[in-house]
């Protein structure tokens, strides 16, 4: 069975710096994709980047990048030039392309708080 | 316009008594799930539903659970007898498929309280 760990229940980045959040995960499969989900106070969940397996390159948006190391099974978020209005939980989720269903599967979630 | 509407946003309710979930996802959309979160804790996928039957369900999607879509549009969640441990924050959600891909849109979530 697939799974997805997010090893940090928590983290903390200053106003305008980078942080980057960790998630790893286990699967058989060649071929998925991988996502990371914001999840502000509202409790709205908010699609912030995806990665295809296939693809050998990381993934951007903006200030949101993705450090994706297949071999390692490892998805990691960098976030620069953080901003207030990043605080929220994030979660990271994988998705088996195979899967007819298209079910995700979500890890724990980290809390990151911006300060000012 | 939001991809996907949920109503009510809160529900409280007694133990033992039903209550019903709604999603209106927008028409082009063919899959359709429940998820759930308790608070402080991970979303958790409760069951998936495809051309108007379920093609995968959890653990967790007893037989108190049930889903439907009745009218082709509404998207419900039923839970017949509720439990304390069924208090949390239940999302619906819809796959788009185009020509930038999938992309899983989810509701704004129900919060439901058991009493």
């Known amino acids: 069975a697939q799974t997805v760990t997010q090893s940090q229940p928590e983290m903390s980045v200053q106003e305008a710096e980078t942080v980057t959040l960790s998630c790893t995960y286990d699967?058989?499969?060649?071929?998925?994709?991988l996502f990371w989900y914001k999840q502000p106070p509202s409790r709205q969940m908010i699609l912030v980047i995806r990665?295809?397996?296939?693809?050998?390159q990381n993934a951007t948006e903006n200030r949101f990048s993705v450090n994706f190391q297949k071999a390692a099974k490892s998805f990691s978020l960098k976030i620069s030039d953080s901003q207030l209005g990043d605080a929220a939980m994030y979660f990271c989720?994988?998705?088996?392309?195979?899967?007819?269903?298209?079910?995700?599967?979500f890890g724990t979630g980290t809390r990151l708080k911006v300060l000012a | 316009e939001p991809e996907v509407t949920q109503t009510p946003s809160h529900q409280v309710t007694q133990m033992g008594q039903e209550v019903i979930l709604r999603c209106v996802p927008i028409?082009?959309?063919?899959?359709f799930y429940w998820y759930r979160q308790i608070l402080g804790q991970k979303v958790e996928f409760l069951v998936s539903?495809?051309?108007?039957?379920?093609?995968?369900k959890s653990e967790i999607f007893d037989d108190q659970f049930s889903v439907e879509r009745p009218d082709g549009s509404n998207f419900t969640l039923k839970i017949r007898s509720t439990k304390l441990e069924d208090s949390a924050m239940y999302f619906c959600a819809t796959i788009r498929v185009g020509g930038a891909g999938e992309k899983l849109f989810f509701g704004s979530g129900t919060q439901l309280s058991v009493l």
């Open positions: 990665q295809e397996a296939y693809k050998q």
């Open positions: 699967t058989s499969e060649s071929d998925y994709y």
């Open positions: 539903f495809y051309n108007n039957e379920i093609s995968e």
């Open positions: 989720a994988y998705r088996r392309i195979t899967s007819g269903t298209y079910k995700y599967i």
């Open positions: 028409s082009n959309h063919l899959y």
